[in-house]
């Protein structure tokens, strides 16, 4: 069965640096997603991407944040300087369906900021 | 934007009964309406979906109801399993817009 597959699984970074987190959407998906989780929080939209170009993002996406695809395959999350409070389990996830319905998640890669 | 509320936050039921969790959401454009089971270290795994014009959806011993006139919508496991032990989430989907999860149930099936 095809799944989303993210890189790495956890990531510690100091704060300030640049952090890249790797997805690998379903093959034949045309929207993906970037989502996280705060420890013992609800899931919190960031970004969906279909077509080469963001199509929405949330207040918490902001100027530090962006999302890239930079072949057939792989889907990226970029955070140029982080904070503390990026500390977070990011979540990427894929639709094959308009309007991004049924949409299938990775396992999340653990970002710690120090 | 839309808010999506969920209760309870946990619930422990004894193998073989029923569980029962609840959302509320606040925009009554929103249109689809899908539920995620969490387990630990791993992503949400979505379960079971339900379009807003739909009422009722069964998969085996997972059901969704949804009213749209009161905006809540219910998932409802039977059976249980301690398998079924999980973190749930819902979620609302406004179309063109993003989705919006509850802040999750944490089951636990009691063997």
């Known amino acids: 069965e095809p799944e989303v597959t993210q890189t790495p699984s956890h990531q510690v970074t100091q704060m300030g640096q640049e952090v890249i987190l790797r997805c690998v959407p379903i093959?034949?998906?045309?929207?993906f997603y970037w989502y996280r989780q705060i420890l013992g929080q609800k899931v919190e939209f960031l970004v969906s991407f279909y077509n080469n170009e963001i199509s929405e993002k949330s207040e918490i996406f902001d100027d530090q944040f962006s999302v890239e695809r930079p072949d057939g395959s792989n889907f990226t999350l970029k955070i140029r300087s982080t904070k503390l409070e990026d500390s977070a389990m990011y979540f990427c996830a894929s639709s094959g369906l308009a309007g991004g319905l049924e949409q299938y998640f990775g396992p999340g890669t653990r970002l710690t900021v120090t | 934007g839309e808010n999506v509320e969920q209760h309870p936050s946990t619930l422990s039921v004894q193998e073989g009964d029923s569980a029962v969790i609840k959302c509320t959401y606040s925009?009554?454009?929103?249109?689809?309406f899908p539920w995620y089971k969490q387990e630990l270290g791993k992503g949400p795994q979505l379960i079971i979906d339900i379009r807003s014009n739909v009422g009722e959806k069964k998969d085996q011993r997972i059901a969704v109801t949804l009213n749209k006139t009161a905006k809540h919508f219910s998932l409802h496991i039977t059976e249980t399993q301690p398998e079924d032990s999980a973190v749930y989430f819902c979620a609302a989907f406004l179309l063109g817009n993003q989705f919006y999860f509850g802040t999750g149930t944490s089951l636990t099936v009691i063997p």
């Open positions: 093959s034949n998906h045309l929207y």
């Open positions: 925009d009554s454009a929103s249109n689809y």
